[in-house]
């Protein structure tokens, strides 16, 4: 079945850096759209940044353009989001996913997700 395994999250200061990755198994990882979502507490899941099948294109929140870069390894499966200059609304579970549809800023696009993983940004 198909799995997504999110890691590296973890508490940092303000103005840190910190990378993710998502493993993916159990589909065919080229022809998949690729995307980091997030949700923060008490709020609703976001869209963060996406990368297209072959990652021919990529796709930023407003909010993050300039600080994450999302970026994706086909030869091991796995999916990155290099976050830099952390702030304190940062602070979420961020969440890979993958799908098929045409809307990767969406969370309609996307057919599987990953558990989550914790990022906490203190000021």
């Known amino acids: 079945q198909v799995q997504l395994v999110e890691s590296g999250g973890g508490l940092v200061q303000a103005g840190g850096s910190l990378r993710l990755s998502c493993a993916a198994s159990?589909?065919?990882?080229?022809?998949?759209?690729m995307g980091w979502f997030r949700r923060a507490p008490g709020e609703d899941r976001e869209f963060v940044a996406a990368?297209?099948?072959?990652?021919?294109?990529?796709y930023y929140a407003d909010s993050v353009k300039g600080r994450f870069t999302i970026a994706r390894d086909t030869a091991k499966n796995t999916v990155y989001l290099q976050i830099d200059s952390l702030k304190p609304e940062d602070t979420a579970v961020y969440y890979c996913?993958?799908?098929?549809?045409?809307?990767?800023?969406?969370?309609?696009?996307?057919?599987?997700w990953g558990q989550g993983t914790q990022v906490t940004v203190s000021s």
């Open positions: 990368a297209s099948w072959y990652g021919a294109y990529t």
């Open positions: 159990g589909l065919t990882f080229s022809i998949y759209n």
């Open positions: 996913a993958a799908g098929r549809r045409s809307t990767p800023q969406t969370i309609q696009a996307y057919d599987y």
